[in-house]
């Protein structure tokens, strides 16, 4: 179970067999969890800005902004237009592709199988009603998918390392209508061999724990002793990954509150 | 100079200044030709379908449906439709990137130099007559960029290996709108940290030199003699690029006109 998300109750939960894609709106704040139910399954993943659907979530962006072709945690992930959408909060796996296009029906078609459900279709599907069509599906984040990178360029689709319950929990930077397909691709390892169900679940931005209030000014460094709280709270996993935001709380509530 | 242009007269000519943009229309079958003039200079290159602009080259789809990152002699480019758009039939180079979004206002505001030309603002005023707006600019194909894919997927810009006169060249797969970009990049290695000119051309479709008459019926390549042509016209350098097309074209000729 997530660190982060343990006893909270999500705002909204979504059931995913493959083949099937939803879309969820997600406030600036909340957090958005893509689990695996049975395990080595892939989650192909697009995101909007609400109310303004021009502006998505652009995986040559986040690459170049990032350096970087893996998305890892603590990532930020940007827009088309270069703009904070998520920060990857948590990601129990460490595994997932920003390479590959959704599949769809020509990739079906490629492979002998005309007909076949496919990402791109389910995505299409799921964002009818938000007036996002086949053509503007943006190439995916796909979450938990393994694209080995082999020495000349060439990609190759390994069964996910992604287990039973495993997850990633994103925390949205803007107003998004996200969206997720669970994939139904059975002729490739891509979800080693047996596609499976995913689970979308929304959380509140609910206030952390009030910071702790520090009993002394914290010493350099090179010299620091343990620093004591008097509240002993748990600091969740989500300030571990951003110690500049738990730096800047303490020093807020110094100046506001001294103790 | 290229094999397969010479002696050829392009029907449309573009010479682009760094940080300027161009679009060109171009043909099914026309050859679209994109060189350094100095060398060393990114072209950032997207494409759109003629009269279905929502149809665009998708380096997602180019990059899963050729299962490489790299793009290389030969290889066909595809649409968001994944559809053929394109096919490489020459490259002087061969290192180019398709992982880089253009660079942008926003990029060059994180390099603390805001108000730098981009190649986004470039590509956006280059298809403006098109309808085509800053949003809708696709994660381009940046010929010529040298990017290194690091251990753990890390991605550092080197210095371009194209020298002056260095090119590549696409035929065209369907009617399209190309749109070019000299990359105005001069805060990192992506342009030798000096962006220089680029040149586009477009050529005509003209008919292949008529393909050699058999003297004998091909024999099997074990015992292969060497086979004379009574036609000995020099091949264009793109049969060597795809023997499947030669030999197709050798067959149909000995079954319509046995000699």
Chains 1, 2 share one sequence.
Not at 134 to 163: C, H, K, T
């Amino acid at each position: 179970m997530s660190d982060l998300l343990s006893e909270k109750t999500p705002i909204r939960a979504r059931h995913i067999r493959p083949g099937e894609g939803q879309a969820v709106e997600v406030k600036t704040g909340q957090l958005l969890q893509i689990q695996t139910l049975q395990g080595k399954q892939v989650a192909d993943f697009v995101a909007f800005t609400q109310g303004d659907t021009e502006e998505f979530l652009s995986t040559s962006a986040t690459r170049a902004t990032n350096a970087t072709i893996v998305p890892r945690l603590g990532m930020t992930l940007y827009s088309n237009r270069r703009q904070p959408m998520f920060e990857i909060v948590e990601d129990t796996v460490g595994r997932h592709d920003m390479l590959y296009a959704c599949c769809d029906p020509v990739r079906y078609e490629m492979l002998g199988a005309p007909g076949h459900a496919s990402c791109r279709q389910a995505l299409t599907e799921a964002l009818g009603t938000y007036g996002i069509g086949y053509d503007r599906i943006p190439s995916p984040i796909n979450w938990f998918m393994n694209v080995a990178i082999l020495q000349r360029g060439e990609l190759e689709i390994r069964e996910p390392l992604a287990e039973k319950d495993d997850y990633v929990v994103l925390r949205a930077l803007k107003d998004v209508i996200a969206a997720v397909s669970a994939c139904p691709q059975d002729l490739t390892p891509t979800n080693g061999s047996n596609p499976t169900d995913l689970s979308v679940r929304v959380y509140r931005d609910e206030p952390l724990p009030p910071p702790p209030v520090m009993e002394q000014q914290p010493v350099p460094i090179e010299t620091a002793a343990p620093v004591v709280a008097t509240n002993p709270t748990p600091r969740p996993a989500l300030l571990q990954a951003t110690p500049e935001a738990s730096v800047f709380r303490i020093t807020q509530v110094n100046s506001e509150e001294p103790s």
